[in-house]
């Protein structure tokens, strides 16, 4: 049994190398399971990709071309903001606009 058992840690090592590999070959991000779990539980993604991106609002809002109001209108849902500040937010934080809408 106890051989069995190493056989399929072996396996499941090998699993997670080769998709390691082709994540890495297709320029792939891993996102941590906080961030996923963060933002489907209700939590703003500009401000959990933000936060993840270790970026404060003003360095956010600099890198995007918006004002800080507007970041932080957007975080605290005041504001869903125009398709162009969550492109250029988007871009800023490295991510795919989708995430945003």
Do not use: C, W
Request: proline share 2%.
């Amino acid at each position: 049994m106890k051989m069995k058992e190493e056989l399929e840690d072996y396996r499941d090592a090998l699993d997670a190398m080769s998709i390691a590999e082709r994540m890495e070959k297709e320029n792939k991000e891993y996102i941590p399971h906080q961030v996923v779990s963060d933002i489907v539980n209700g939590k703003n993604p500009v401000k959990v990709y933000r936060e993840y991106r270790k970026m404060t609002q003003e360095e956010l809002a600099k890198k995007a071309g918006v004002s800080v109001s507007m970041i932080r209108k957007i975080e605290n849902g005041e504001s869903e903001g125009s398709i162009s500040t969550i492109k250029a937010i988007a871009k800023a934080l490295n991510e795919d606009v989708e995430m945003f809408l």
